[in-house]
T-cell receptor
Framework: NAGVTQTPKFQVLKTGQSMTLQCAQD?????MYWYRQDPGMGLRLIYY???????DKGEVPNGYNVSRLNKREFSLRLESAAPSQTSVYFC?????????????FGQGTRLTVV | EDQVTQSPEALRLQEGESSSLNCSYT??????LFWYRQDPGKGPEFLFT???AGEEKEKERLKATLTKKESFLHITAPKPEDSATYLC????????????FGKGTHLIIQP
């Protein structure tokens, strides 16, 4: 089933631990994004990558790093997790910033930091 | 700073009872306004894109409209399967090509 695949789906971390959230798309899209969704806050952009080899900060980048490994994969790393990073993380991809019928979101990673 | 405000936060309707969801926005140079549907435990799913004031789009029981300051999502004779959170988002004209989202309207349709 073509689309955006995120792993893992669920994760519990202790404060200070590190982890990497993985995202892969098989639609040959140039642009990929990481959002977080918190109750009462809506979706907020963490980082995005307009093309392979480039990454840029979004609205809430502090505490995160990203890697655009190749055209298919865009990972999000938490170096030292904090309870404030408890959230649902969504990866999305678009064919060059065109957010219409060809843009897709993954199913999300639910992260709890205790 | 781009801003998107959705109202109401939650709405409970009886099956067949039509209503509208509101999305007001401020953005520097609108490239597009988007409506998404999100079901529990899933990622947002694209519904509509509107590009200019006066534009309207329809899909089944849903109709989206756009003015220079706000957008409405009209739901006509809703069914229980229309229950979901509806998200509004804008894409600005310059800078990042990501979307700025509102907080969403949680819609419940009771049989």
């Amino acid at each position: 089933n073509a689309g955006v695949t995120q792993t893992p789906k669920f994760q519990v971390l202790k404060t200070g631990q590190s982890m990497t959230l993985q995202c892969a798309q098989d639609m040959n899209h140039n642009s990929m994004y990481w959002y977080r969704q918190d109750p009462g806050m809506g979706l907020r952009l963490i980082y995005y990558s307009a093309s392979e080899g480039t990454t840029d900060k979004g609205e809430v980048p502090n505490g995160y790093n990203v890697s655009r490994l190749n055209k298919r994969e865009f990972s999000l790393r938490l170096e030292s997790a904090a309870p404030s990073q408890t959230s649902v993380y969504f990866c999305a991809s678009t064919p060059g910033g065109h957010w219409d019928t060809e843009a897709f979101f993954g199913q999300g990673t639910r992260l709890t930091v205790v | 700073e781009d801003q998107v405000t959705q109202s109401p936060e939650a709405l409970r309707l009886q099956e067949g009872e039509s209503s509208s969801l509101n999305c007001s926005y401020t953005v520097s140079g609108l490239r597009g306004l988007f409506w998404y549907r999100q079901d529990p435990g899933k990622g947002p799913e694209f519904l509509f894109t509107l590009y200019s004031a006066g534009e309207e789009k329809e899909k089944e029981r849903l109709k989206a409209t756009l003015t220079k300051k706000e957008s409405f999502l009209h739901i006509t004779a809703p069914k229980p399967e229309d229950s979901a959170t509806y998200l509004c988002a804008v894409q600005a004209g310059g800078g990042a090509d990501g979307l700025t989202f509102g907080k969403g309207t949680h819609l419940i349709i009771q049989p």
